[in-house]
């Protein structure tokens, strides 16, 4: 296991350049993704790939009713005003229904309806994970692990509900935070339509 100081260590936008399967985004609020050219250079270099068949996002839905979007939105961006969380929700609801426009066959966006426990993004095999706190000094600059899984075995698990008996700490430890995102997505399906315009 990998653990760095800043998200920035983890060269999450070269992750993106190499993905040859699947990606999932389970971090909430993309508004920095969008404003990122070497994150939207690593997706396009992914989505262009013919073997490339995923593309799964997990986000907070601006103006969303779910009883806690309001005190996790207040420590996701802690000490900033609520019109510009507002408006970071918008701009992020904007970059994902594009994506989904021009990738509709690879692009798959799923409200969150589940209290985001952490962020984790997952690329192939390589799962990265942070922690929200109420700080001023917000997620990308705190912690962050990576680790490398069997993570569509571990989606298995998760689909199946079982972990089997002879799975190791480690794939154990690796499979909680792939089950927050398969859960997640679960929830999202549930939930029906998103805000974004599309069928979720």
Not at 66 to 86: E, K, M
Request: charged content about 25%.
């Amino acid at each position: 296991m990998k653990l760095v100081c800043g998200v920035g260590e983890l060269g999450i936008p070269a992750m993106f350049s190499r993905a040859k399967r699947r990606i999932v985004l389970h971090a909430s609020v993309y508004g920095p993704f969008a404003k990122s050219k070497p994150h939207l250079d690593g997706l396009e270099k992914a989505f262009s790939r013919a073997e490339f068949s995923r593309f799964d996002v997990i986000a907070v839905q601006p103006g969303g009713e779910n009883g806690w979007d309001q005190p996790f939105l207040t420590a996701l961006r802690f000490g900033i005003s609520r019109q510009s969380v507002v408006d970071e929700l918008d701009y992020s609801k904007f970059f994902l229904s594009e994506l989904a426009r021009r990738y509709p066959e690879k692009v798959n966006v799923y409200p969150a309806n589940n209290l985001p426990c952490l962020p984790v993004v997952i690329v192939d095999d390589c799962i990265c994970f942070g922690q929200y706190a109420h700080a001023c000094v917000h997620a990308p600059q705190g912690f962050w692990g990576c680790v490398e899984a069997d993570v569509e075995k571990l989606f298995g698990w998760a689909e199946s509900g079982e972990v089997p008996r002879e799975a190791d700490a480690e794939e154990i430890a690796a499979f909680r935070l792939v089950s927050e995102c398969s859960r997640a997505m679960k929830c999202g399906l549930d939930g029906g339509e998103g805000d974004y315009g599309f069928a979720c």
